[in-house]
């Protein structure tokens, strides 16, 4: 259901740039995940120099939905779902920073493994990728739709890509005893696979600022009930 | 670079308690005024329909609305301040104040007047000197001790955070004091008869943003003595001031509660609209 408009058209005005802005970084930290993954799959460098150099406009972004987001507190002083949409977007902004982060340091560390031979280790990673972009869109999903069921539904989810890291890292580990000459090829996997964990967990920040900011309910740090 | 964990005035003895909005701050309050199911007329016109509410003790109440909405019909009720309009009556429902109708046919409405003093939105000082506008109240009520009145004039007028400004010059008449002055005056006169409410009707809206933030620390100082209920055309004045509010549309309470719920979570569409300025 719309909501009825602000009497204040300025007020909507700003709520819409706000949330548009938060779409577009989303949109591009999305690009930028992208970008590095194909990076790595494809052996392909200059992908990754592209996923690294796409950082510093969402960078930008995050610095102007901050200021938008406090200019509205001012200027207007929101309250209810309207202050709630307002402080979910500057924490959601700061997340997706974040996974942006994540993105260049996958795509720095791809760079180096494409100046080796391949390693088919690198399959452990695949389940990783969909795992973690999967909660990301479906992130983006419950907030732009509210959908608080949503949301909830991608804090378990995160429990599956950490098992997953956990058994990709031990496998690594494995591999780095019985092929040493490969040790930097394997270290370089683990920290992606490590990378890709984080986005899982900036994405479950994502879906519960979602949940707070269509429902008022703060569903962070509660006890695990099973993984889907 | 000496470590925080050896720094223990630094660091909280607990950890802060996870704030429930929807509960008192305090666990000990208790009803001081209750509403229940009140109809109000002015002649034929039917103004609040069917209200029922309860403010805490020591507490404030805040009653935010459209204009038009009751809410000054219904702080006026609260000290029987409607019996002085020609045609204004209850119709239905009664207000219980710590227990007692304060509607009923043997009640003493000067005393009721005495315990739920009011502050107006137009400031009203005697046009007599400061010390007056505090005496008069303790005169009327018999008091004729000097040294006694000297000292009720003190204590409430530090109460109104207004001492330190007039002590000088007590003689002085009351319309000379600016209009934040004047406010905190008729706060202290309310207070110098030792009240148990204080209704403040718009108590800020002729006040510049610095008196007003006087007004509104005052407030929060009397809050632990008295119950005191506000109305306020402004919205971040209730958030900023009260522990409860109850919005009202068109003569009926549409949501009570804990002023942080109704702020963060409204749970009546209407409220939400209202507040959010989508309405009203």
Request: net charge negative.
């Amino acid at each position: 259901m719309i909501a009825p408009k602000h009497i204040l058209g300025t007020f909507d005005e700003a709520l819409a740039s706000l949330r548009n802005n938060v779409l577009m970084m989303a949109g591009l930290t999305e690009r930028s995940l992208d970008r590095a993954m194909k990076g790595l799959f494809q052996r392909d460098d200059n992908l990754c120099a592209t996923a690294i150099a796409d950082d510093e406009e969402i960078d930008q972004l995050e610095k102007q939905i901050d200021k938008d987001g406090v200019d509205i507190l001012l200027r207007f002083q929101p309250v209810a779902s309207d202050l709630r949409r307002v402080v979910s977007a500057m924490k959601l902004s700061s997340n997706l920073e974040r996974m942006a982060d994540q993105a260049t340091n996958i795509a720095r560390r791809a760079r180096k493994l494409n100046h080796h031979p391949p390693l088919p280790e690198m399959e452990l990673i695949v389940p990783m990728h969909e795992q973690a972009i999967s909660m990301f869109k479906d992130s983006i999903d419950a907030y732009v739709r509210e959908d608080v069921e949503l949301g909830r539904a991608i804090v378990p989810r995160d429990e599956k890509l950490d098992e997953l890291n956990r058994v990709a890292s031990r496998r690594l580990i494995q591999r780095m005893a019985e092929d040493p000459d490969q040790l930097r090829g394997y270290l370089n996997l683990m920290f992606i696979g490590r990378h890709l964990e984080r986005v899982g967990d900036h994405a479950t920040n994502i879906a519960e600022d979602a949940v707070y900011a269509a429902a008022a309910e703060d569903i962070r740090h509660q006890p695990f009930v099973g993984a889907t | 670079m000496v470590s925080l964990l050896k720094m223990p005035e630094i660091l909280p003895r607990e950890l802060p308690r996870q704030s429930d909005p929807a509960a008192p701050e305090e666990a000990t309050k208790t009803m001081m005024i209750d509403v229940c199911d009140l109809d109000f007329n002015y002649g034929e016109h039917r103004v609040l329909h069917d209200v029922s509410l309860q403010m805490q003790s020591r507490a404030v109440t805040a009653f935010i609305g459209p204009s038009g909405c009751g809410k000054t019909t219904l702080l006026r009720c609260i000290n029987r301040m409607n019996d002085l309009i020609e045609n204004a009556h209850i119709t239905g429902g009664a207000i219980h104040l710590d227990g007692t109708d304060i509607n009923a046919p043997d009640l003493d409405v000067v005393d009721l007047r005495r315990r739920v003093g009011m502050v107006f939105q137009k400031s009203n000082p005697f046009p007599k000197s400061i010390y007056e506008n505090i005496s008069y109240g303790l005169r009327i009520a018999g008091v004729t001790k000097r040294s006694r009145i000297d000292e009720a004039v003190e204590k409430s007028l530090r109460a109104a955070a207004l001492w330190d400004e007039v002590k000088d010059r007590l003689e002085k008449n009351a319309l000379g004091l600016s209009g934040g002055q004047q406010q905190r005056l008729c706060i202290a006169r309310a207070l110098a008869v030792e009240p148990e409410v204080v209704l403040m009707d718009e108590p800020c809206s002729a006040l510049d943003p610095i008196a007003t933030a006087k007004i509104e620390e005052l407030i929060h100082q009397l809050r632990t003595q008295y119950t005191i209920v506000i109305v306020t055309h402004n919205m971040q004045q209730a958030g900023r001031v009260s522990d409860y509010t109850g919005f009202f549309y068109l003569g009926r309470l549409i949501e009570f509660g804990s002023t942080t719920k109704i702020f963060t979570n409204p749970g009546q569409k209407q409220t939400e609209d209202y507040i959010t300025g989508r309405f009203g």
